[in-house]
């Protein structure tokens, strides 16, 4: 097989890519070549549909659960086995794309034949589709595991109004505005077995097929890797191929078409939002594409952006936030989203929106500013290039082999196009803006509904009760018969010899990733100020803050002074700075800015280029020291988050988090942060008081010792003034520890344990659950967790036995265990549940068997979730940022500062029966009444049931 070569070029002048094609199948390899120990692969298909039986979905989970070749099962084991950390799968509107990365390129030359023969070549059954898309069980109710993903999904603000500008954008039935998911209804009533099997047939074939793969593979060791299965397609008789279903262009207005459309939610003053959509420019015009994303930045990206300024940082804000996303079809359509709008401002968004656009059209636009806007997206392609070379290209080769069009190799040339936009006049940027909002296309307004909260419950429940009726128990008894002898079906059956064919890959190559960053070409530096020496052509300056400064009534506080950072006014000395002057100046220096925090810890988080290191270091100089909490910008981000908390409170999963905080570190920051401890502390303090705490949390901020890193190149290290900057900060002499909480702080654990917590989420239709238990022994890289790592990788197997009894059987779509030595607990997760008792009931049930029935543990998936749990701990480091993030772990987090090759010898040497020891001591502990907190969101319409 001699693969021929179609065209060749670089991504921005760097990062070479190969185009081939296949003699014979036409089958397209496109490679994108990159050092690194990391290989990955996107497996692309084209796959339109008309309807809204979800078939490209439904099909996307189905070749999972084995091919002619490799039974159910073996997918898993092969791809830990080969350093991978898992497969995994998307379907867009346009296309469904399969992805693996494996660690080195031995593993991923075995991987890639065997997930293609599952791709191309699965066992397609009824008792599959049963399981994983759709069925009936004995009691008449609805499951299976896309069914169970989609019924989180379908009934949500953004969703609903979503579908709704997708139809009106581009018609109702085409292929851009159905749902590729699956809607409900279609699921149950039209979606069938065969449909999906001749879905795969029409659409899975050679010539519709893209092998994307980013990293160091040789494209004679891949053809020969591949060669019998590319020998299996040749041999195989396709349909002849037709385009049934062909790409549309938006549905021509005279007008904008306005829609309102409502989703369930507690009240109807909730928040709602605003989708916008504007027709753009055919695929084709990369350079016009980009110029109107730069000019819609503009508009957007900043506090001091005139969108941004006139609807979210007015007086009294309009919404939370203005954003912009792009449908990427042949005719591009441009959406504007108008998050946790004020819905009885609807239409004064609307105008306010156009009045200001036409503001920016008269007024002209800051040259200065959009020239800096390009030339710093120029600086962050590089930057992500170095962290993240397939992210940054896969974009292109996924459009390229959906419409053509000589897309990729004008992709390849980026740099040059975007350099001439720099220096366009303008004129230029007005003509685009005003050619682009000339004409909108829809408008669609999502407004909170309780009525429709309450009736969509009832209508569910009132639909189970009828179908009951309708079958009878003799109808009921033959569904749950068939779900029985599926699950039956569906239970893996590997030959052993199948498990001797793929051998150990050699995990010793991979110990240069643990080699220390830190720079040793400065000494006496204090223990506060860290360089790390990597190959970046960007300076990055990490501060880590621990929470431990500020009081009970600050921490909350904490949420308002993040969000506002490096947007509030500056006053130090003579110099003056409004709060849009600050984020202008910080969209100009900084390519990227990061104000988080994670559990205990702030981070602030800086990347900027050389050359601007004077300007930026006297920038983060005053917003450490100088900002000042202005109370007109502090109300207008708390009306902001209190807006954003709303739409929280409608989810069951963020709730299930916010309660486990809150209930098991009632004082920790996380805690006082928390969506429902944040709401109270907003609604108790006026715009006065908290202005004057977020001024006093920013005077602490520095005031004890916190931790400076900088990762940049040698060189850039070197020319940095260590002294200057200690002084320039108040870089201290205590070196801060990471800040964990080891202790579940509630006082009253014992009632705490007694009964569950439960709480109704409005708006919710999925179930979700945690159950906690403190493991007081538990640190970091001890043996205890190393074998609580390899056990949550077995845990989380979808053909192990967990996996089985839970989303196997339709019952949970998530389900995962966390064991954390920061915290000293083991968590168990279940989540996006149709029937959260069952669920619950089904994984206590395992963990019951396995402590009676030790063969359910088996020697093949232990080996499975060992490579899985080595994987884990190196993916992460094949980037500079991910090696920087390690060491500044192993300096910040007692117990971390372990070896990879020590944590990968504690993994080899995790053994089956440490895994049913884990089992019988913590396990049976976390599923037992008394013994473990367990917490529970439902839909409002349903309840949990006592054991």
Known sequence: MEPQLECTGEFYGSLPYYKYRLPGTDLTITISTHEGPMIGAKILFKTLTDTEEGLPHTLEHLVFMGSDKYPKGFLDFAASRCLS??????????????????????????????????????????QTFTTEVYHLNGKGED???????????????DNIAEREFCKVMWGEGTPYSVETGGMLHDLRTTCTFEKCRDYHRENY?????????????????????????????LQTKYPARTENITPVAPVPRDEMKEVTVKFPAPDDADPGCVLMGFQSRPLSDIRGIMAEDFILGYLTDTPASPLTKALVHA??????????????????VIQLYISNSDVSRHTEIRDLLFSTIHDVIRSGIDLDRIRSIVENTILREKQTLENCKAGSTAGAIILDHLYGGGYLSSFGDIESTLQSLVEEEGEFWVTTLADLTRNPLVCVYAVPSEEMDETSKQED??????????????KLEECASILEEAEAFNKPKIPDSLFEELAHPDKQRFSDLDKSTLYTGVSDLPPTLYLHCINSSFYRFVFLIDTDRFSAQEKPLISIMLRSFCSLPVKDGDTTLTGDEVAAQREELFLTTDMTRDGEMIYLSFTFKPGNLERCLEFLQRALFHQVAEESRISEYIQKLVKNIKKCKRDGETVMHALEIQHLYPYSTASRCSIFNLEQALSAVSVTEAAATVQSILGELMSRDAALHIAASQESLESLDTDRLIEMFKLGSTCPNFVTIRSFQNPDMSSLMESDIVAHVPGEESSYCVAVIPVPELEIYTPLYVKLMVLKDWWSQ??????????????????????????????SYLTQSTDINKAYSAVKGVVGRITEEEDLVTDIDVDLARSGAFVSVVSGLSSPVGRVGRQMKKIHIP???VPITKISAMVDAVTKQDIIE???TYYTKLHTKGEAVNIYTVPSNKEVEEE
């Open 798 to 827: 979808l053909d192990g036995v967990v996996g089985l009894e839970t989303r196997g059987k339709g019952l949970s779509y998530g389900f995962y265990t966390l064991p954390s030595g920061l915290q000293a607990s083991i968590a």
């Open 918 to 920: 884990l089992c019988k």
């Open 205 to 233: 074939r050679p010539d519709n097929l893209n092998i994307i793969i980013h990293g160091m593979v040789d494209i004679g060791d891949l053809c020969k890797a591949i060669e019998p299965l590319h020998q299996k397609l």
């Open 143 to 157: 499951g299976g595991v896309v069914y169970c993903e989609m019924q989180s999904y379908e009934m949500t603000m």
């Open 895 to 897: 117990g971390f500062d």
């Open 315 to 332: 007086a009294e804000p309009f919404c939370s936030s203005v954003s912009t996303s792009r449908y990427e079809y042949p005719i591009n």
């Open 461 to 474: 429940e009132e639909r189970v009760e009828k179908r009951k009726a309708e079958l009878g128990d003799a």
């Open 85 to 126: 950390g898992g497969t995994n799968a998307w379907t867009a509107q346009d296309h469904t794309c399969y992805t693996v990365t494996c660690a080195g390129q031995e593993g991923f030359l075995n991987f890639l034949p065997i997930f293609l023969d599952h791709i191309l070549f699965p066992v397609l059954t009824p």
